[in-house]
């Protein structure tokens, strides 16, 4: 089973509840969480974590509070919180 290895793909977790997700990863309450859709966009990374905020790496994932796309189809718009 050697040759497997190079298939194992990250497993993600279906996390839609954002307080479970801060709870998986280890995160207080009321911080915040980025999410940055395609593209590099370091500064805009480097700013936001620079004021305690928390990127979010699964693109796919309804939990954060700032979503960072191009593309108005990358938006759930049916899961986004009215806040």
Do not use: Q
Not at 29 to 58: C, H, M, Q
Not at 65 to 72: G, S
């Amino acid at each position: 089973m050697e040759r497997n290895k190079n298939y194992i793909k990250e497993v993600k977790l279906n996390i839609t509840d954002m307080k479970e997700w801060k709870k998986k990863n280890r995160l207080e309450p009321s911080t915040k969480v980025f999410i940055i859709n395609k593209g590099g966009y370091g500064d805009i990374k480097k700013a936001l974590k620079s004021r305690g905020w928390v990127e979010n790496k699964d693109r796919d994932s309804p939990c954060f509070d700032f979503l960072w796309t191009l593309m108005t189809k990358d938006v759930v718009h049916n899961n986004l919180e009215p806040h």
